[in-house]
C-alpha cells in the first residue's frame, strides 16, 4: 500500500477536494483503484504526480487577458462619498476621479 495514496491525500497532495477526484475518476481523468477489503478509493503514486506535474506544467502560459484599453478617458466627480471605496473601485477599473466630497462631518 505504499505506492497508493488515499483520497483524502490525494485530495490533500494537489490541493483539489474530494469530489473533485470523484468526479475525475467518473470522467476517467484519474482513475481510482478499489482498496480489496474496505473498497474505499486509493489512487496510485505515480498517477497523482503525473496528473499533479500537468498543473504545475510551466510550458503552459495564459494567453487570456480579461483587459480591455477604453476608447475615452473617463472623469468622475463623487459626491457623498464616505470612506472612498467606490472611488478606488473606479480608479482600478481605469476611471480617474477628478474631485470627491463629503459633508458629513
Known amino acids: 500500500m505504499n505506492e497508493y495514496m488515499s483520497l483524502s491525500e490525494a485530495s490533500e497532495y494537489i490541493g483539489k477536494s474530494k469530489e473533485t477526484l ?3 475518476d467518473k470522467e476517467g481523468k484519474l482513475l481510482a483503484v478499489r482498496e480489496p ?7 496510485r503514486k505515480s498517477d497523482v504526480d503525473t496528473l ?9 502560459q495564459e494567453t487570456t487577458s ?3 484599453e477604453p476608447y475615452n478617458e473617463y472623469i468622475v466627480l463623487e459626491f457623498f462619498v464616505g470612506a472612498g471605496g ?3 473601485g473606479m480608479e482600478k477599473a481605469g476611471l480617474k476621479c477628478v474631485a ?3 459633508i458629513d462631518k
Not at 37 to 43: D, I, L
Open 22 to 24: 470523484r468526479r475525475w
Open 37 to 43: 477489503m474496505s473498497n474505499y478509493r486509493v489512487y
Open 52 to 60: 499533479f506535474a500537468d498543473f504545475l506544467d510551466s510550458s503552459i
Open 66 to 68: 480579461n483587459y480591455v
Open 86 to 88: 467606490l472611488a478606488v
Open 100 to 102: 470627491l466630497n463629503e
